[in-house]
């Protein structure tokens, strides 16, 4: 059992984001008691440590803050390498020009190995501890991924990236129909609940069905899916996809999906309406376990089926400035009740810290026209950068805060190792302008350490 005294900083109880600043926590001369299970025993003032726990060993941490671990809602792995590629336009000549090729070469075992290491180094230095993880198309990647994902003792939700139609760049990722269903059932009888077997609310390795997006894959595709997450739904197996991202007239992405499935809506493919017309024709892949990246463009009805279903919204601000996508409507989603967590989307993220992308929220929140612009609160950003992905991931009474009970994923900040932060932390002038700055300035070189159930992880 240890001690550690530092400046704790989160978002405590279980609030939604509209209530997140009454439940924002700062406590200057703070302490997070984490006993031998790697769960947190207390989380409060130092002065106020019960009698039981006041001969624990201290950590010193002071002039340090201590804030829960970033949860990353949705990132690439198999676009580690492709952050800053230049596509020439929009989401769909991105994919083409520079996306399908760079994924293909993870067919390369030792390729995809060091791409591995690669990547959950680069979440160990952001200080993401959790991630749903859009995975890659060849199982040998997939392996190497939940390995070393292991190996580094990080949080991960991952699966292939099921495409069985495409253009000529994504051939070599596509696969048929029964092949792609084989992978799938193989990928989550290997991994899904790993390290825990039968334990979803505990496991730390854990497998979704994620198809690219309704252009990837087709009718019949859907119709397995749906057959196969109905089969898993109960050991906790997740969907993961993209939803509304790009809305050039009739030639993007949503104007596609409508085109080629014959729906109303861009979400009746993933809600079992894929047959003509947006007949009913097959298990709707929507539930409390679905995490729907973007959303930008969705109808009042789209978000209203969102939230009956329960599912989640990863909100993707940076990649969403980087492919021109447009802003997704916060205040629409927000009335309705979704949780909506924030998402590097790395590769067409270039950050992959989530405070950047929540700096960014702010700024692209802000900016939009003015009958959607919002000024979102500091509380706003820190509990979308951590409570908000961890209840995307159902994984709330696990972590993301530091209340006592949960398990001790959390961050050492130490603000002088980046002076930027250090001006805005002394700057700060209470628990709001103190989660404002953490979320503008922090930066990798300020993270110094990273626990995982009190275990500190390093790459």
Known sequence: MLLYRGHVLHIAGS???????DALVSEPDGALVVDDSGRIAYSGPFGGIPRELAGTPVVDRRGCLLLP?????????????????????????????CVFPAEACFADAGFAREAAREFCAARIAAGT?????????????????????????????SGRGVQTRGPASAGPLITGEAEAERLCRAEIARWHCADDPGRPDRAMLQVALVPRFALSVTRETFGWMGELHREHRSSGVYFHTHLSENDAPGVGEIDSVLRDFGTDSYLDAYDGRFGPGGELAGESLLGRRSILAHAVHCTDNELDRIATARASVAHCPTSQLFLGSGT??????????ITVALGSDVGAGDEWLVSRVANDCF??????????????????LLFSSTLAGARALDLEESFGNL????????????????PPLARSVASASGPDSLAFAVMMALREPAIAEVFVRGRRVSA
């Open 15 to 21: 609030p939604d984001v509209d209530h997140a600043r």
């Open 69 to 97: 671990g970033f949860v990353d809602a949705h990132l690439h792995f198999p676009q580690v390498y492709t952050t800053d590629a230049h596509g020439g336009g929009t989401l769909l000549s991105w994919l083409d020009r």
């Open 129 to 157: 501890t959790a991630a749903m993880v859009f995975g890659s198309a060849f199982p040998v990647a997939q392996d190497a991924l939940f390995e070393e994902t292991a190996r580094a003792g990080l949080r991960i939700v």
């Open 328 to 337: 997704m409507p916060w205040k629409r989603m927000a009335a309705r009740g």
């Open 363 to 380: 700024k692209v929140h802000m900016s939009t026209s003015a009958d959607r612009a919002v000024s979102l609160e500091p509380a706003a």
């Open 403 to 418: 209340d006592a009970g949960k398990d001790a994923d959390f961050l050492v900040v130490d603000p002088s190792s980046w």
